[in-house]
């Protein structure tokens, strides 16, 4: 079953298409990196989940309850934390009254502390808890990480990994972080060029993608065995990130498996590759 799919969805403002043709699906359950380049369409494609924007054409489908986190965090500086989740509460019916005291205690927040004297951290954790309260089946955010230094954005990530493991929501989150990702996503999109590049399991990612890494001369023979993403040539060396397998190689070439991480600059630094998902993948 599916949390969140869209089928032909574009978006252009003006003369400017910011997402076009895009059709994923990503199933219930997962934790869903969206990454891609500045100006890729992400925060398109999520302001377009959530209904904040409507398509130029194609649809979006998410099953049940949607929050979003935007870039900006919206909190009012001058409010206690108290004041804030009284907000939250007053605007939201379906508002979890213990799950927001629990986690603003398990951050050790006191609920007069004002939003304005937290740190980044602390205010990026605060509104997370505004989102989770609201008990959604699919929440959707845009880079909840940024400006956060290294062990806030594990503590958010961790976080989150908590409220999935609690709830079994879908969570669609963008980052350029892709290190941050690692062992937390287990779905990939790649946006590029407002078109969707990757959609799938990062296991199944991981499992039909590997760096080989061999003599030049050979590399034309072995590059025309399977599907090249992205090639690296030096003088006596090149490395291929490959989609397939080439079969036997000579005892020269190197095999290695991918990390999330290799699997994403790849396809971002060849915009015309896509490695989208096979009708199974859709259908999940
Ligand atoms: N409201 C708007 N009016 C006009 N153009 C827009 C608007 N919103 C986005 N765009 C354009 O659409 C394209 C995609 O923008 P979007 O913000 O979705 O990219 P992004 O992948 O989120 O980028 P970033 O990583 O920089 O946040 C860009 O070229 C952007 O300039």
Known sequence: MNAFSTTGLSKRFRRKWA??????AIPRGRVAALVGPNGAGKTTLLRL????????????TAAGAVAF???????????????????????????DGDLATARIAELGLSPKSKIGALSGGQRAQ????????????????DEPLSNLDPLARHEVMRALMAAVAD??????LSSHVVSDLENTCDWLVVLNRGRVQV???VDDLVDEHR???GPAAEVDAVAARTEVVDRADAARQSTLL????PGPLSPQWTRRAVGLEDLVLAYLRSPDAAALPRPTLTSA
């Open 211 to 213: 760096l080989l890494t």
């Open 69 to 95: 986190l935007s870039q900006e965090k919206p909190l009012y500086q001058g409010f206690t934390l108290a004041e804030t989740m009284r907000f939250g509460r007053e605007l939201n019916p379906s508002w």
């Open 167 to 172: 709830s079994g929501m879908t969570v669609l």
């Open 199 to 201: 959609s799938g399991a």
């Open 49 to 60: 989940a959530v209904g904040l924007i409507r398509p130029t054409a194609g649809e979006v």
């Open 242 to 245: 490959v989609n397939g397998d």
């Open 19 to 24: 997402l076009r043709d895009c059709s994923l």
């Open 126 to 141: 605060v509104a997370l808890t505004l989102v989770l309260a609201k008990r959604p089946e699919l929440l959707v955010l």
